[in-house]
């Protein structure tokens, strides 16, 4: 990946709608080579995707709350079993397996406090292996940058 491919990324992440006209424009290309480094980059898996960045108050998901999740058991197995199980939660924005004193760390965005009880009561606890979980209910963001820092290829 050279300059111009990173060009692109950075110019897309902030605007995935460009036209290959206005991006070549912005990437100092034409059309046709930038639009097969754009088609390079997707065959790739670089760029993975396209998608619309949407109001989460607007959609019903402003509540955010942070849970750690402590597991009875890391078996391979369990793992494979509680990844398969959070995978089929809409609520669960994202989940991380962490190295420390508790075993996954997820991001739930829900209506309000009383739909994210539901969850947890109702899918949450219920997942395969969970032992105990802790939440914490963000009270602001401060920070949420879905764009990735563009870096050279090693």
Do not use: W
Request: with cysteine; aromatic share 4%; glycine share 6%.
């Amino acid at each position: 990946m050279d300059r111009i491919d990173q060009k692109i990324l950075v110019e897309l992440q902030a605007d995935a709608r460009l036209s290959i006209v206005e991006l070549s424009r912005r990437v100092g290309l034409t059309k046709t080579p930038c639009a097969e480094r754009v088609r390079r980059l997707e065959k790739a898996g670089v760029i993975r995707g396209y998608h619309a960045d949407l109001d989460p108050d607007a959609v019903g998901a402003g509540h955010i709350v942070v849970v750690q999740v402590l597991l009875t058991s890391t078996a391979e197995l369990d793992l494979r079993r509680f990844n398969d199980a959070v995978r089929r939660i809409p609520e669960i924005e994202s989940c991380h397996m962490i190295a420390g004193d508790f075993d996954y760390l997820l991001k739930v965005r829900t209506r309000d406090i009383n739909e994210y009880r539901r969850v947890m009561g109702d899918q949450i606890s219920g997942l395969p292996c969970v032992k105990q979980t802790h939440t914490y209910v963000v009270m602001e963001v401060v920070k949420d940058e879905r764009n990735l820092p563009v870096r050279p290829s090693s």
